[in-house]
């Protein structure tokens, strides 16, 4: 009995052994990786060599500029908007346009790299600025980055076409007519009623009348004026400038006669 019941308990105990190895052989280490979070805002970094005067060129950087930076763009939390204000609006040349930028969450420390479009650049410290272009080209690309000044961090910019208007130049016009010849003095009636201009209205009319007295001006474009005769007969310019209610001027000229 002794010898049934010890070799039923090493039977056992076999048994219980070669189970706990395979368990043991089932078990698996598993491998949580890296469980750290990271951004999703695209970090953009590098420098180059790029083109001001194209602020959409993307050689290294997707800027245009040429500074080394580091950029966390994040166009949905700074909202941006660009409004640029023709400052001199009848010019050809030198023609100045003020820029402001306006957005949500700008830190109140934050920098402003502009880049014009037409080679020329600028770094403020507020979010307007002016650029003057010596020619009038049908539009330019111009960019705006806003950098919080620690470590170049750029977190917003936008590009933006700024389209030139057509220049409404108006044109100056008139007829006269001598309406009254008295012994001492002669009156003559100007009309500019053909004076126009393509877009816009005209404001006012600036009368010279060439005999050295002094200039009318006026809203309407009708008048007289009152010359006074001498002994001989004299020739003076009357000359006529129209201005149209964004500021732009046209001219015109006649010599008339008075008659002695």
Do not use: H
């Given at each position: 009995m002794v010898t049934n019941i010890n070799m039923k308990f090493i039977l056992v105990i076999l048994l219980f052994t070669l189970y706990l190895n395979m368990m043991i052989g089932c078990t698996r280490q598993v491998d949580m990786g890296n469980t750290s979070s990271t951004s999703t805002t695209t970090t953009y970094s590098g420098g180059g060599t790029s083109n001001p005067s194209k602020a959409t060129y993307t050689p290294i950087s997707p800027t245009g500029d040429t500074s080394n930076w580091h950029a966390q763009i994040d166009s949905n939390k700074y909202k941006l908007t660009l409004t640029p204000t023709f400052v001199?609006?009848?010019a050809t040349s030198n023609i100045v346009v003020s820029y402001t930028?306006?957005?949500?969450?700008?830190p109140s420390n934050a920098t402003y790299e502009w880049y014009?479009?037409?080679g020329t650049s600028q770094k403020t410290t507020t979010p307007t600025t002016s650029n003057t272009y010596k020619f009038s080209n049908p539009s330019y690309d111009v960019l705006v980055k806003i950098d919080t000044g620690i470590n170049n961090t750029v977190i917003a910019q936008l590009t933006k076409t700024i389209k030139f208007p057509t220049i409404p130049i108006p044109t100056a016009d008139f007829t006269l007519q001598q309406?009254?010849?008295g012994t001492k003095?002669?009156?003559?009636a100007f009309n500019a009623f053909t004076s126009k201009v393509s877009s816009g209205i005209i404001k006012n009319y600036h009368w010279t009348f060439g005999d050295g007295s002094a200039p009318v001006d006026t809203a309407d474009y009708y008048l007289t004026h009152t010359y006074t005769k001498n002994s001989t007969l004299q020739k003076d310019t009357v000359t006529l400038t129209v201005k149209s209610d964004l500021g732009c001027l046209g001219s015109k000229y006649n010599i008339i006669d008075i008659p002695n």
């Open positions: 001199t609006p009848c930028v306006a957005g949500t969450n700008i014009f479009g037409d309406k009254d010849l003095v002669v009156t003559f």
